[in-house]
């Protein structure tokens, strides 16, 4: 049972990322996924959620548009747009796997400069 999330980076104020997750060891298509971050000294946030048929996708306050959540069962893998980034998004994203199990990957470091 595992997640493992790609595509974190550096990038400019503005810019835009696209963070990967790859899921195995259990039925992903029976589970809801999340991307959760944590910056420094901070608790961890929920980013967004989306349903495990796809629907219903649902975002912190923060992201305000500029984030979009997606998943492809058929490749047991969901992903997370971002565009117009900015520094307070810096944080390690997390992946997670919410069904018979829950499940967390390790994260992913976003650094975001000014």
């Known amino acids: 049972v595992q997640l493992v999330e790609s595509g974190g980076g550096l990038v400019q104020f503005g810019g835009s990322l696209r963070l990967s997750c790859a899921a195995s060891g259990f039925t992903f298509s029976r589970y809801a996924m999340s991307w959760y971050r944590q910056a420094p000294g901070k608790e961890r946030e929920l980013v967004a959620y989306?349903?495990?048929?796809?629907?219903?996708?649902n975002y912190g306050d923060f992201v305000k548009g500029r984030f979009t959540i997606s998943r492809e069962n058929v490749r047991n893998t969901v992903y997370l747009q971002m565009n117009s980034l900015k520094p307070e998004d810096t944080a390690v994203y997390y992946c997670?796997?919410?069904?018979?199990?829950?499940?967390w990957g390790q994260g992913t470091q976003v650094t975001v400069s000014s």
């Open positions: 989306i349903s495990s048929f796809g629907g219903s996708p």
């Open positions: 997670h796997a919410r069904g018979p199990l829950l499940v």
